[in-house]
């Protein structure tokens, strides 16, 4: 299938006028990019830069179906297959520390992102990750797809905000309809408030969830079985983008091996390193993915 896009100065493939032929990828993430406004200034975020960044660092082909406008911030994800949907404002989120967590307000949303969105050569990517980070993509895209690993990061249908944009927890609608085609699930303590029993429930929905607790490590749910995975004890300097890089790392790694214990291993190890760096140069070094495999393969 041909679709406009055009190459632009990083590298970044987005859609425009001409066609050129677009190639397979080996993993496909979809969800808006994120402009996050920090004291340090605008920088890129959102789980799809932290996934898609991962996934090339563990040498997959990536590919990127989001939406952001002119003057986004995407110059990290040069190289990288980026199908783009127009929009007036890239998708802006505020966090600010504060005694009782983190206070986060989305100050704007880009366009939602429909399956009509999604290039032909792209839907039956080897792994899909459906990555919301502010409601963007339909629950029914879950059934649409036919990767061979559906991998989902639920955070953006998990969390809502009021007219001034501050962001709350809230249930996730239609959830028994994505659980139950994804291959693997992964979300944080966060993103369910806490709320441990609401875990069991959804581990008994879907074939494999991972719960991921910062410091604490992760916890995975399969076969009725649940077994905690603790982290390499590092320095920490910013959690940032963690979790995201945990879910990328625990997909690749359990698509090659189908073996989700030893997934969880590698994910939670690679994780631990990403705290160590600031932002995206979270994302693993080659020395780093290197370490890991020959941790969990000993």
Same mark, same amino acid.
């Given at each position: 299938?041909?679709?406009?896009?055009?190459?632009? &100065?990083?590298?970044?493939?987005?859609?425009?006028?001409?066609?050129? &032929? @677009?190639?397979?990828?080996?993993?496909?993430?979809?969800?808006?990019?994120?402009?996050?406004?920090?004291?340090?200034?605008? +920088? =890129?975020?959102?789980?799809?830069?932290?996934?898609?960044? *991962?996934?090339?660092? =563990?040498?997959?082909?990536?590919?990127?179906?989001?939406? #952001?406008?002119?003057?986004?911030?995407?110059?990290?994800?040069?190289?990288?297959?980026?199908? !783009?949907?127009?929009?007036?404002?890239?998708?802006? #989120?505020?966090?600010?520390?504060?005694?009782?967590?983190?206070? +986060?307000?989305?100050?704007?949303?880009?366009?939602? =992102?429909?399956?009509?969105?999604?290039?032909?050569?792209?839907?039956?990517? &080897?792994?899909?990750?459906?990555?919301?980070?502010? +409601?963007?993509?339909?629950?029914?895209?879950?059934?649409?797809?036919?990767?061979? @690993?559906?991998?989902? *990061?639920?955070?953006?249908?998990?969390?809502?905000?009021? $007219?001034?944009?501050?962001?709350?927890?809230?249930?996730?609608?239609?959830?028994?309809?994505?659980?139950? +085609?994804?291959?693997?699930?992964?979300?944080?303590?966060?993103?369910?408030?806490?709320?441990? $029993?609401?875990?069991?429930?959804?581990?008994?929905?879907?074939?494999?969830?991972?719960?991921?607790?910062?410091?604490?490590?992760?916890? @995975?749910?399969? !076969?009725?079985?649940?077994?905690?995975?603790? &982290?390499?004890?590092?320095?920490?300097?910013?959690? *940032?983008?963690?979790?995201?890089?945990?879910?990328?790392? #625990? #997909?690749?790694?359990?698509?090659?091996?189908?073996?989700?214990?030893?997934?969880?291993?590698?994910?939670? !190890?690679?994780?631990?390193?990403?705290?160590?760096?600031?932002?995206?140069?979270?994302?693993?070094?080659?020395?780093?993915?290197?370490?890991?495999?020959?941790?969990?393969?000993?």
């Amino acid at each position: 299938m041909n679709v406009a896009l055009r190459v632009n &100065p990083y590298g970044i493939i987005r859609c425009m006028s001409e066609l050129v &032929p @677009l190639q397979p990828v080996d993993y496909l993430v979809i969800g808006h990019v994120a402009v996050d406004i920090t004291p340090a200034g605008i +920088q =890129l975020g959102g789980t799809v830069s932290y996934a898609a960044l *991962t996934a090339r660092a =563990l040498g997959l082909r990536v590919g990127i179906v989001t939406s #952001f406008a002119e003057g986004a911030p995407i110059q990290a994800l040069g190289g990288i297959a980026i199908m !783009n949907v127009s929009a007036e404002h890239s998708t802006t #989120f505020e966090n600010v520390k504060s005694e009782n967590g983190r206070r +986060q307000t989305l100050h704007h949303q880009a366009a939602p =992102l429909r399956f009509e969105h999604i290039p032909q050569v792209w839907r039956n990517a &080897p792994i899909i990750h459906l990555a919301p980070i502010a +409601q963007e993509l339909e629950s029914s895209l879950a059934e649409k797809l036919s990767g061979s @690993l559906l991998g989902i *990061t639920p955070q953006g249908w998990m969390r809502a905000w009021d $007219e001034n944009g501050r962001v709350a927890a809230c249930a996730w609608r239609n959830s028994e309809q994505v659980l139950g +085609q994804a291959g693997a699930v992964v979300l944080s303590v966060e993103d369910i408030n806490r709320d441990l $029993e609401l875990v069991e429930e959804m581990a008994h929905r879907t074939r494999i969830l991972c719960l991921t607790e910062g410091e604490a490590g992760a916890v @995975l749910h399969w !076969n009725g079985d649940r077994r905690r995975f603790r &982290p390499l004890e590092v320095e920490e300097v910013d959690a *940032t983008g963690a979790g995201d890089i945990f879910a990328a790392a #625990f #997909f690749t790694r359990y698509h090659s091996t189908r073996d989700p214990w030893e997934a969880a291993r590698f994910a939670t !190890n690679l994780a631990a390193h990403s705290v160590t760096r600031v932002g995206l140069n979270g994302v693993p070094t080659a020395k780093e993915i290197e370490a890991c495999l020959m941790e969990v393969l000993l």
